[in-house]
């Protein structure tokens, strides 16, 4: 009898029943449900009905399994003590329930059941409570607060029907002026706008007044009828009927694996329309019907493979159509617009290789996050909304770094984001620039000290000449400290001519703006940095297939970054394009005695997963299988190993 491994899923108490949500978690483990639903309504029929039990489910060898209940979480218990449908959107920025300490002492003796929590303290159980309270914005104190001593009149049968209307005001909430929304346009990429009145965009090979997406809601669907934009729905039949064609032709009994191309010939004379005829349908007829007549009129268009016609019907909606999505500006929908349209600006980091990095890192509310950015400020965006405002981020600034997907995802928690000099607290010789003394009398005496300031945190006066924001063409903000130390250099990319040195080419002006809580620099003490949980960063830059020596010494300095300023469990993850720094980096690590679980991944991207007998999805020669590569690892004390 062997073990298969453990998964979990909540069940109602007492009420389980043989449902699609249960099917889907036992159908691929061979479990039997109504089985498994007798079994657990007998352990929990002494429990209030429609309770929802946390389970554990491990299964054997032997198609045997076993499962272990645990309580519901800490959110449902503050829910509905707090009377609250929901968290806060914004934690630590607005307060929506609150909660006593004696109801908290309560929960904590109710989890202390739990198999997990069998033998910790309660002061402990009671404090990761509160933690997770402080993240949902109900307050913690020891008597009610004078604006919800009236909690107790809302019922908590209603909790969920109103939780259901909040979700429902959200989806239908309107576009107001100053937001920041994502265009994505169909079957290319997209880009984000600020909404703002009497400002025309160039999309589609067209103009837009962006005037008339204020009032407009998150999904709507815009396309170019003749000479004006117009709103329709998703699922209008009248723009999608030439798709028709592609249904009428096959059938579930033919075998379509076996279809192939290779006797067609693409010699431009299967098309009978001529390019006036075309010119004069575009004329008279949207372009729905424009291709649905190109269709018709082709004559090996019946002839080819299911695939071949859903490519060829791509090829004419770029051609024709003029159609975008409105998208919210999400951590999710920003990387995935980026990486369709300008994939080099954020290192060719996908949504799927972040929610890897975030993975690994294991951030967690309140935690102290060490950031190094060369997506555009995609990863201090992402860390920044799970920290939710608590905590700190540390983000190093550098040749390569940018904020611009900060301001644009609209994060409002600027206050714990921290930008410090990369070469003023990481030097390549092993040694930060400044002593520890040396370092926090210098934050004491700093040009730009604030009397009502912390002493131990002060910024820097802001230099127009050194510091600078990022704009859509700038890739870089290189520091006075940064254009010293690479001075002599040869840096293998675009805009860099001759065997000039930096000093004999003068920087270019780049656009600059004082933005509040990353810039300007600040210098806090080396003390205040060092315990940090976690340090993560993207390394790249716009020509990642060129040799690029930067690269090279920014990864020795996140080596350097961790050993210096990472704490005992805390975890490194990095990502990167370059082969020979990464695994550089993966040999210092595993050779080091201070790191254990060191990790060495290779991506690569979903669209080259091909099907049998299927023709490869992009045919770009000059597209990257390869995403790059993920070093993960944790750090430990030397005294555990010896």
């Known amino acids: 009898m062997k073990f298969l491994g453990r998964y979990r899923l909540i069940v109602p108490a007492a009420v389980a029943k043989p449902s699609p949500s249960i099917g889907q978690a036992?159908?691929?483990?061979?479990?039997?449900?109504?089985?498994?639903?007798?079994?657990?309504?007998?352990?929990?029929?002494?429990?209030?009905?429609?309770?929802?039990?946390?389970?554990?489910i491990c299964t054997l060898s032997n198609s045997t399994y076993k499962f272990s209940l645990r309580t519901p979480g800490s959110q449902w218990f503050l829910r509905r003590i707090a009377r609250v449908p929901m968290g806060a959107s914004k934690p630590k920025h607005e307060i929506v329930g609150n909660v006593t300490l004696k109801e908290v002492y309560h929960i904590a003796k109710c989890k202390c059941m739990d198999p997990p929590l069998i033998g910790i303290p309660l002061y402990v159980i009671c404090k990761r409570i509160i933690g997770t309270a402080n993240a949902m914005g109900i307050a913690v104190t020891r008597e009610l607060l004078p604006e919800f001593r009236k909690r107790d009149y809302t019922k908590v049968s209603h909790l969920d029907q109103m939780k259901k209307d909040i979700r429902m005001q959200r989806k239908s909430q309107k576009l107001a002026e100053h937001d920041t929304v994502i265009l994505m346009i169909h079957n290319k990429g997209g880009f984000t706008a600020k909404i703002e009145r009497g400002k025309t965009i160039k999309i589609c090979k067209d103009t837009l007044q962006l005037d008339m997406l204020i009032g407009c809601s998150y999904g709507d669907v815009f396309i170019k009828e003749r000479t004006e934009w117009i709103k329709i729905r998703r699922d209008d039949s009248q723009y999608s009927q030439y798709r028709s064609r592609i249904k009428e032709n096959y059938t579930d009994d033919n075998d379509n694996t076996t279809l192939d191309n290779r006797d067609i010939y693409d010699d431009n004379t299967a098309q009978k329309l001529t390019y006036g005829d075309i010119q004069k349908l575009k004329k008279d007829k949207n372009a729905q019907e424009v291709i649905e007549t190109i269709v018709d009129h082709s004559e090996t268009f019946a002839k080819k493979s299911k695939m071949a016609q859903e490519k060829y019907i791509m090829r004419k909606e770029k051609r024709h159509i003029k159609l975008f999505y409105v998208r919210p500006c999400d951590v999710y929908n920003a990387c995935e617009c980026y990486f369709n349209s300008f994939p080099h600006k954020i290192g060719y980091l996908n949504s799927a290789n972040l929610g890897m990095m975030l993975y690994l890192a294991d951030i967690r509310y309140g935690y102290k996050v060490m950031v190094f950015d060369h997506s555009l400020g995609l990863i201090t965006g992402a860390v920044s909304q799970r920290l939710s405002g608590s905590g700190k981020i540390y983000r190093l600034v550098a040749k390569g770094v940018s904020d611009k997907i900060v301001h644009e995802l609209g994060i409002r928690y600027l206050d714990n984001i921290i930008s410090i000099d990369l070469n003023r607290y990481i030097s390549e010789g092993g040694e930060s620039s400044l002593s520890l003394q040396n370092d926090a009398t210098a934050t004491r005496n700093s040009p730009g000290n604030d009397e009502n300031a912390p002493d131990d945190l002060q910024p820097e006066i802001y230099n127009e000449s050194s510091?600078?924001?990022?704009?859509?063409?700038?890739?870089?903000?290189?520091?006075?400290?940064?254009?010293?130390s690479l001075v002599g250099k040869r840096i293998n990319n675009e805009g860099y001519e001759g065997n000039h040195t930096a000093d004999e080419k003068e920087p270019k002006r780049q656009k600059c703006s004082n933005m509040p809580g990353v810039y300007p620099l600040y210098t806090p003490s080396r003390?205040?940095?060092?315990?940090?949980?976690?340090?993560?960063?993207?390394?790249?830059?716009?020509?990642?297939?060129?040799?690029?020596?930067?690269?090279?010494?920014?990864?020795?300095?996140?080596?350097?970054?961790?050993?210096?300023?990472?704490?005992?469990?805390?975890?490194?993850?990095?990502?990167?394009?370059?082969?020979?720094?990464?695994?550089?980096?993966?040999?210092?690590?595993?050779?080091?005695?201070?790191?254990?679980?060191?990790?060495?991944d290779e991506v690569f991207m979903r669209e080259y997963q091909m099907l049998h007998m299927r023709t490869h999805p992009i045919m770009a020669a000059d597209f990257r299988p390869c995403c790059g590569f993920v070093i993960s690892a944790t750090k430990c004390s030397k005294n555990i190993i010896n």
């Open 467 to 484: 510091h600078c924001s990022d704009s859509e063409n700038q890739q870089s903000c290189l520091s006075e400290t940064d254009h010293e």
């Open 527 to 600: 003390d205040d940095i060092k315990g940090c949980q976690v340090i993560i960063g993207n390394i790249s830059f716009n020509k990642c297939d060129k040799v690029n020596s930067v690269v090279s010494e920014y990864t020795r300095r996140m080596k350097l970054a961790a050993d210096l300023y990472l704490d005992w469990g805390g975890r490194l993850v990095l990502f990167g394009q370059q082969y020979q720094p990464m695994a550089e980096l993966q040999a210092m690590l595993t050779l080091s005695d201070e790191y254990v679980n060191v990790k060495f």
């Open 26 to 56: 036992l159908g691929p483990l061979g479990i039997n449900m109504s089985d498994f639903c007798k079994k657990f309504n007998e352990r929990t029929q002494l429990i209030r009905p429609n309770i929802p039990i946390q389970v554990k």
